[in-house]
């Protein structure tokens, strides 16, 4: 399973240890690229600028816990570009080292969102939660340990890789659990408009004065173009300035996405375009 001696190019880098939440992204979205696990996102992003993997897998946002810690941060500093998005459901599965049961665990090992996120079953079976820094990571601790009494919450694929019994499947108090990843490469790779629909993404900071973000986001209104995401974060430590990232629908080279953004520009004093990508079918969903 190590990506040593393997090729850069054909490396995905992602944040985390095999059987991650984000090693399951890199296999449904890119499953002839070979997983290349990095301990921080600031590591995965780094591999990628690097030129250490051909391609990074990136969690952005989660419907439940909302915004990545961290990503807006990387993304801006970074020289990467986004090429694609993916939609990951997330199913928590109870898992045990072989020969345990519901009925004789006594603690479960996970990342705290992962057990909030069981919270209702984990009550049930009064059983100890454990925090851990990710989810892999503890299904790992436990299938070393070997201790029956010893559970973990994970990923079928964290299952897989460390021979765990899966005790119960989709243990998650609520069905609705979805991470939003980006596909990261070092260069541009822009479909062509008549592909079909697509994302554009970038960041952008206006003047510290009064209606400056209305002024600016004037000309998505006058164009009819969709924003579907808009997130502040301060830039420093001073609070004065901030930056936003915004997900838009829409083509870069759209003439109405061109005015919005010609509009735009007259009010920003940063702007930086991170790529135009397929949209995915998961928004279309009814």
Known sequence: MSAANSEPKTLIAFQGTY????HLACREVLPALEPYPCATFEDAFQALSEGKAGRAMIPVENSLAGRVADIHHLLPES???IIGEHFQRVNHQLMAPKGGTLAGLREVHSHIQALSQCRK??????????VHADTAGACQMVAERGDPAQGAI???LAAETYGLDILKPNTQDRDNNITRFLVMARERITPHPKDGPCMTSFVFGVRSVPAALYKALGGFATNAVNITKLESYFVDDSFSQAQFYADIEGHQDDPAVQRAFEELKFFCTVFRLFGTYP???FRDRT
Do not use: E, F, K, N
């Open 19 to 22: 059987g991650a939440y984000s």
């Open 154 to 156: 994970g990923s079928t």
């Open 121 to 130: 079953t984990l009550r049930s079976l009064g059983v100890r939660p454990v």
């Open 79 to 81: 020289d990467l570009y």
């Open 279 to 281: 949209r995915h079918p």
